[in-house]
């Protein structure tokens, strides 16, 4: 069996070469992708949006509908996580740590939570105390890596980046506080409920300012409509509507990726992980 | 004139995949996807896709593997076959 599945891997490989055969050379100026659309973007973006990025342009405003039910996969993709994966039974073993003396308290077979206090702290069954120079490495780099994410975001009509992007960045900033501190630091910070609010409401802004369009007059996610609404150069509105378009995807990307990381890390259970 | 740097990263990417789908450790596939996600990212770059590789540095490379280290770390570290 292992073998006949060699041989097919190796006839469908064999295949899709001999199709790239036919393909146009890279950069081709005469291949059908670079006669017909190509042209019109190239030449009629900045005229039409004022955005620098074509690819930018293209991706939120001509083709803002796939960007549009993207977003909303990587919404179903989180959700899907959660649901999959979430598991709300109490632990019954539980581990305390006396923080002056560092003795561990083992609880077993407890059916309720106990009440603790200060000087006890709820640990990981594997407790490792998490390194000094790790913690403060990642301390000074947190800052730093989301307003990068910001930076991102906002410039994503000017430079290479968008909602996507930056999300992503943004996203893994989270993961980095959970991995150098642990798990319950950034569950703490973020509790599980903004996170899914913020990936609900990332997908509503881009609904929402799409939706906006149509009482103004003009077709869903046609941004030229809302020059009314917003202040500065008519001339800039459609930049306006993209950079409110991938804020909103930045901000349902981020929470997605934590959701994520959350869920695996900690088998559902939100309390102990990487 | 760049193309020794397309053929020097194409080679990456061929031994990448393949180191990755013979490693019996589950924890060192990740690692060479990572890798592997990388070497995509340098050859979208010197094509000029810049969006693209963005994208393949921040996903591919970056939050994909951290998502593989975790999935290893809540299930077993090897391989059955």
Redesign the interface.
């Known amino acids: 069996m292992k073998f006949l599945g060699f041989i097919v891997v190796c006839l469908t490989g064999a295949l899709l070469l001999y199709g790239t055969g036919q393909f146009p050379a ?1 950069g081709d100026p005469g291949s059908p992708a670079s006669t017909h659309l190509s042209n019109y973007y190239i030449e009629k973006t900045v005229e039409q949006t004022q955005v620098p ?1 074509i ?2 342009a293209v991706l939120a405003d001509y083709r803002g509908f796939d960007t549009m039910f993207e977003t909303s996969v990587i919404f179903c993709a989180g959700l899907t996580c959660f649901l999959l994966l979430r598991d709300f039974t109490e632990k019954k073993e539980r581990f305390y740590r006396h923080r002056p003396t560092g003795v561990i308290l083992h609880v077993k077979d407890s059916e309720k939570v106990l009440k603790v206090g200060k000087e006890f702290e709820h640990i990981d069954k594997d407790f490792v105390p998490s390194d000094l120079i790790i913690k403060t490495v990642c301390r000074i780099l947190i800052p730093f890596i989301q307003i990068y994410a910001l930076y991102v975001v906002a410039h994503g009509d000017f430079s ?3 909602g ?2 930056g999300g ?2 943004f ?2 900033s989270l ?1 980095l506080l959970a ?1 150098s501190y642990d798990l319950k630091t950034l569950v703490e910070r973020i509790k599980e409920k903004v996170l899914g609010i913020f990936a609900a409401v990332g997908v509503l802004i881009y609904v929402g300012i799409a939706t906006i369009c149509m009482p103004m007059g003009g077709n869903f996610l046609n941004y030229g409509m809302l020059a009314p609404l917003l202040p500065g150069d008519p001339r800039h509105v459609r930049a306006l509507g993209m950079l409110g378009v991938e804020i909103g995807v930045g901000l349902a990307v981020m929470a997605v ?1 934590a959701i ?2 959350i869920n ?2 900690s ?1 559902g259970r939100h309390d102990e ?2 | 004139m760049h193309w020794p740097i397309d053929l020097i990263v194409l080679t990456f990417v061929i031994f990448c995949a393949i180191a990755a789908i013979s490693v019996k450790d589950l924890l060192g596939t990740a690692i060479l996807f990572g890798a592997y996600s990388f070497m995509m990212c340098l050859l979208w770059a010197i ?1 000029g896709a ?2 693209v ?3 393949e540095a ?2 591919g490379a ?2 994909s593997t ?2 593989f ?3 290893v ?2 299930t077993s570290r090897r391989t059955k076959d």
């Open positions: 890279w990025n690819v930018t290479p980046g968008g996507f992007q992503v960045i996203g893994s993961i991995i990726m994520i990381y695996i890390v088998e992980g990487l | 094509m810049v969006d590789a963005f994208t921040s996903v970056g939050v951290v998502f280290v975790a999935a770390f809540r």
